[in-house]
C-alpha cells in the first residue's frame, strides 16, 4: 500500500514537471493566435475558407470543416444546447469529416452561424475543452515521449500540432517528429529542437499535401520566430515577447 502511494506521487510528480505551467500555456496560446489571427486575443468568432483544401477554418484554433475537429467542436456544443445555430449543419460536417472533403457547397451561411454561436460562453469553452483534448494535451504527450521538457519546446510541439495535425500522414507532427533524430532528444534540448523547427519548416516549404503549399509556404514565419525565441535561450517561454516578422508585429506580454 505504501509503495503503490508512493509510485502514484512520483507519477504525479513527473508528469506536473513535463506540463506547460499556465502562464506559459497562455502565451503559448497568443504566439499561436498571432499566427493564426494575427493577433494575441483568441478569435472564437472568426470563420473563413482560407483555400487551403481544408474547407472553412473557424475558432481559436482553426478548427476545420475538411479534418474533423470542426465537428467536434459543434457535436460537443450541439450536445449541450441542441438548438444553437450550428446544429443544423452537424450531418454535413459529418459527412465531410469522414471523407476528408474540403467542400463548402452545402454549408451556405455556416460562417455567420458559428459567429453567432461565438458570443455564447458555452460555445467559447467547448472550443477551450476541445483545443486541449485534440491539440494541447497530444502535444504535451508527444513532448514527454520525445524527451522535450522546456516550455518552449513544448510551445514548440503545441503550434506544430495546430498547424499540422495529429494525423499518420507525411505532414503531421508524427511525421515531423520522427524525422528529427529517431524521434527523442539525445544530448542537448535546444539543439535538437532547432533541428524539429529546420524539419517543420522545411515540410512548410514543400507540404506533401499539395493543395496546402501556397497557404503553408507564406506561414514559414511562424517557425521563424520560434527559432529566434530559441536561439535567444527564452527556454521557460517567459514574457514580454516581441513576435516581428514580415507578416505580423505583436508583443506576448509578461
Not at 493566435?33 to 475558432?59: A, K, P, V
Not at 517543420?200 to 507540404?207: F, G, S, V
Request: with cysteine; net charge negative; glycine share 8%.
Amino acid at each position: 500500500m505504501k509503495f503503490s502511494l508512493i509510485f502514484v506521487i512520483i507519477f504525479i510528480a513527473l508528469r506536473v514537471e513535463a506540463d506547460m505551467n499556465a502562464g506559459a500555456k497562455h502565451r503559448c496560446e497568443e504566439y499561436t493566435s498571432i499566427f493564426e489571427n494575427d493577433t494575441i486575443e483568441l478569435q472564437y468568432d472568426y470563420c473563413e475558407n482560407i483555400d487551403d483544401g481544408r474547407g472553412f477554418t473557424s475558432g481559436r484554433a482553426g478548427f476545420c470543416t475538411g479534418t474533423g475537429d470542426a465537428v467536434e467542436v459543434v457535436r460537443k456544443y450541439t450536445h449541450q444546447k441542441s438548438d444553437n445555430p450550428l446544429a443544423k449543419y452537424l450531418p454535413e460536417l459529418e459527412r465531410l469529416a469522414k471523407e476528408g472533403s474540403d467542400d463548402v457547397s452545402k454549408l451556405g451561411g455556416y460562417c455567420k452561424a458559428w459567429q453567432q454561436s461565438a458570443k455564447d460562453s458555452a460555445f467559447r469553452k467547448v472550443q477551450d475543452d476541445i483545443s486541449d483534448e485534440t491539440y494541447y494535451r497530444p502535444a504535451i504527450k508527444h513532448a514527454q515521449t520525445a524527451g522535450v521538457k522546456s516550455q518552449l519546446g513544448m510551445c514548440a510541439f503545441y503550434d506544430c500540432i495546430i498547424q499540422h495535425g495529429d494525423g499518420d500522414d507525411q505532414d503531421s507532427i508524427n511525421a515531423i517528429i520522427k524525422k528529427t533524430h529517431g524521434g527523442h532528444v539525445s544530448g542537448d534540448e535546444k539543439s535538437w529542437l532547432k533541428d524539429f523547427l529546420k524539419n517543420r519548416r522545411a515540410d512548410l516549404m514543400d507540404p506533401h499535401d499539395k493543395d496546402t503549399r501556397d497557404e503553408w509556404r507564406q506561414s514559414v514565419d511562424r517557425v521563424d520566430a520560434m527559432v529566434k525565441l530559441l536561439d535567444a535561450g527564452n527556454m521557460d517561454f517567459k514574457g514580454p515577447m516581441h513576435i516581428k516578422t514580415p507578416n505580423h508585429d505583436a508583443t506576448i506580454p509578461a
